[in-house]
């Protein structure tokens, strides 16, 4: 089945640091998270045109002058059939792979990073790594026994130099204090680079109360880094 691409960001220079990247966005995503960043690629993908696989690889070779890589992102990417084909085309035109991922498929990571199909993985951390905690923020019974084990193939993977990664929140309100960061960040211990990405009120579905959802203060958010230093050496803020 040919990937279903929905969107194609031909330059960015901001989704993958210190790189030129190229960018596809995948629909669809099992998780129903309440600040989701795409959440028209989720909830109504065909809004959407399909954009021919095709039509991005041909883009990718025509500059690949400047293009270092491909960000995959979506939705949630693991999810989408035709991933594997593609991932495989890209890597023997010569880009590197960036994968924005939930870590919800351990299985298609391990797939992934088995073949060498992916250079760089950024996944998000929800919330403390508990059922009830990932559950409340991702609004569907999630048990995170799938997330510890996609983190645990990925840490054995960067300990092996086959792929990096970096791990990121998003500081979504009413859930997060210092401890719920120090509850993380026991967790993700070791991980090259954790990023706590500030939350954007204006990106919410019309049913969400956006007077209960006002972004955390940046003072409050510089404690959290902190705090998180303690456990991970290399920790950010990123603004939206
Ligand atoms: S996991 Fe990502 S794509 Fe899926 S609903 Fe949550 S924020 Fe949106």
Redesign the pocket.
Known sequence: MPLSIKGYLETSFSDWDGLVSAVVFLPG?????Y?????S??FEPEIYPDIPPQTVLDSLRKHRKWIDGLCVG???PTLSPGLLPFLREVKDSGFKVKLDT?A?QPRVIEELIGLGLVDYLAI?I?APLTDKAYSAI?RKQIKVGAICESLSIIKKAYREKRVDYELRT?LAPPYFSGEAIVSICEKISGAPRYVLQQFDPHNLREEENKKERQPYQRDEIEAWARRAREYIGNVSIREV
Request: aromatic share 10%; net charge neutral; hydrophobic share 20%.
């Open positions: 995503c099992n998780w129903r998270c600040f989701c960043h795409n959440h690629l989720v979506g939705g949630e939930n919800s998000d929800k991702c998003t």
